[in-house]
């Protein structure tokens, strides 16, 4: 089992950028696991918010199209996602994903379609 940890969390203001990052460990191949970026804020169901397969490609919500970018990079087994012209509404706890049921390939961005989470990163934009 994959182990997950997310960093790169903090407060910013409106307008402002933030990188997240997600070191993996404990994996028989990081190649072959679907990555992905999920959010939960308050009082809501956690969403997906951009997934990488095993060859760079990538999907992604559509709240978040042109202003995030994920990225991975399998030789440091490592996964980003740059958060750029941040709105309030992106403050939420933000977590880490990986799936190896497709062989790194990835269906959706559906919690259901990963198997394994960080403890996740908390982004907070202030208006």
């Known amino acids: 089992q994959v182990q997950l940890v997310e960093s790169g969390g903090g407060s910013v203001q409106a307008g402002g950028s933030l990188r997240l990052s997600c070191a993996a460990s404990?994996?028989?191949?990081?190649?072959?696991?679907?990555m992905g970026w999920f959010r939960q804020a308050p009082g809501k169901e956690r969403e997906g918010v951009a997934s990488?397969?095993?060859?760079?490609?990538?999907r992604y919500a559509d709240s978040v199209k042109g202003r995030f970018t994920i990225s991975r990079d399998n030789v440091k087994s490592t996964l980003s996602l740059q958060m750029n012209s941040l709105e309030p509404e992106d403050t939420a706890m933000y977590y880490c994903?990986?799936?190896?049921?497709?062989?790194?390939?990835?269906?959706?961005?559906?919690?259901?379609?990963?198997?394994?989470w960080g403890q996740g990163t908390q982004v907070t934009v202030s208006s």
């Open positions: 404990g994996y028989v191949s990081y190649y072959h696991y679907c």
């Open positions: 994903a990986a799936d190896r049921r497709r062989g790194g390939y990835c269906y959706s961005l559906e919690a259901y379609e990963f198997n394994s």
């Open positions: 990488i397969d095993r060859d760079g490609g990538t």
